[in-house]
């Protein structure tokens, strides 16, 4: 993939994020193992494994 502009990287980033926080919210725990869990996942832009779009929807 070419490089992408800092602009679409931040868009990126920021849908990233607040997919990650609404399915750490849904989790049920509690906001210490959210924390700790969040820096343990990471995306994985285009190979399909999992839609940002598709998760935002819900």
Request: aromatic residues 10%; glycine residues 6%; positive net charge.
């Amino acid at each position: 993939m070419g490089s992408i502009s800092k602009v679409v990287q931040r868009k990126m980033e920021k849908s990233w994020n607040a997919t990650k926080d609404k399915f750490l919210k849904q989790s049920g725990l509690a906001s210490d193992e959210q924390k700790r869990i969040s820096k343990q996942i990471f995306p994985l832009y285009g190979n399909g494994f999992f839609n940002i779009e598709e998760a935002q929807k819900n």
